[in-house]
């Protein structure tokens, strides 16, 4: 499989670097028959995008999509697959290659700068090139499309920490998400996240986050034992996500301080004759396979790496350098990886609902 491809049945494959002219997704496997409007993907890609607030990098782009390929132009605007790769441009408008100069040979710590040197031998040091957060966008507008594939799911995500600042979990309504800059589904928490990010972006630092991702409507029997499980996937793809360090499902890590008998999600039979969850400490798969609760994701986004304080580091030609990092960027960069959280479980479900469907001939 190529390094710059995803999924089975589903594939995406993303290209484009931070500082070129375009990036975008070329999505194949998408099912013929389904309509959507560029508007469809385009509210996706404005919850992605920089420089809405003072919390997130001021880089300008509107990000606007282009549909190239695959699709049949309908007489009200809209567009229907018919089965053959989808092509998707956004252009890059807003670069500044020369913020850049500086650290042409230098490896900014806590970046892929000597790593990709080390493997490529040569690398894109304008923006990170496709080690950039910016590539990102390609997979928030192939998530569009993923959704289109899975009837009746409803996918949706919410920032959940910021450094040591968490939300209170009794508070969560996902009415608010959208009504704050965090995506944070906990309106007190709000004035915190802000008087203490204003602190770090005025310090020139930076601060991680913690995001959840949950999607409701899967049905049961979604993945596969071993080598096919559903949340091998979601944690694959999420951990794909540019600075992520950190995933669990349902649970997670917090299943190590707890017995057997709290973990356990028992079970009964519902009011409408159908198996009943009593929990969901799982998040909605065991086995590898989906049981038809909420499925519930949570990934940790490191603190960005590029910012304004020195800090110690070498160069291409071996020598000894302090690095610090100019141009523009996120003080947070887990606010804005919400809808790409989104977005890549929303393709692990399109491929695995495909999969399922051309083994068992389920229509879910």
């Known amino acids: 499989m190529s390094h710059n491809t995803f999924g089975h049945l589903f594939r995406v494959t993303t290209w484009g670097e931070s500082h070129g002219p375009a990036l975008g997704a070329v999505v194949d496997g998408c099912p013929p028959g389904l309509r959507f409007t560029l508007a469809d993907i385009q509210d996706y890609l404005d919850k992605r995008k920089p420089g809405q607030n003072r919390f997130v990098t001021q880089r300008r782009e509107d990000d606007l999509v282009k549909v190239l390929s695959g699709v049949m132009p309908q007489d009200d605007g809209s567009y229907v697959t018919t089965g053959t790769p989808i092509s998707l441009m956004i252009e890059n408008t807003d670069q500044r290659s020369k913020d850049y100069g500086e650290i042409a040979r230098q490896y900014r710590p806590g970046h892929a700068d000597y790593t990709y040197d080390v493997k490529y031998g040569v690398r894109d040091y304008r923006g990170g090139g496709r080690s950039s957060a910016r590539e990102t966008a390609a997979r928030v507008a192939a998530g569009a499309l993923a ?59 930076s601060v991680g986050a913690v995001i959840e991702v949950v999607a409701e409507g899967v049905p049961a029997g979604l993945g596969a034992p071993l080598y096919g499980k559903l949340d091998q996937d979601i944690a694959s793809l999420l951990m794909s996500i540019n600075a992520v360090k950190g995933v669990e499902i349902g649970n997670g890590f917090g299943a190590a301080e707890i017995t057997g008998e709290e973990n356990a999600d028992e079970m009964r039979i519902g009011p409408d004759g159908q198996p009943q969850f009593l929990s969901n400490h799982a998040g909605g798969i065991l086995g590898g396979i989906s049981t038809g609760m909420r499925i519930v994701a949570r990934f940790a986004i490191k603190p960005t790496s590029s910012i304004l304080t020195e800090r110690r580091s070498i160069n291409a030609d071996g020598e000894e350098v302090n690095v610090r990092t100019k141009g523009r960027h996120d003080p947070c960069v887990g606010i804005r990886a919400v809808p790409v959280g989104e977005a890549m479980l929303a393709c692990v479900l399109a491929d695995h609902y495909l999969r399922d469907r051309g083994q068992t001939g389920r229509l879910a």
């Open 147 to 205: 959704r289109l594939v899975l009837p009746g799911v409803t996918i949706r995500g919410a920032l959940t920490q910021i450094g040591i600042h968490r939300i209170n979990r009794e508070n969560w309504d996902w009415a608010e998400v959208n009504n704050n800059p965090f995506f944070a589904p906990d309106k007190d928490i709000v004035p915190v996240w802000e008087d203490y990010l204003d602190g770090i972006r005025k310090a020139g630092s």
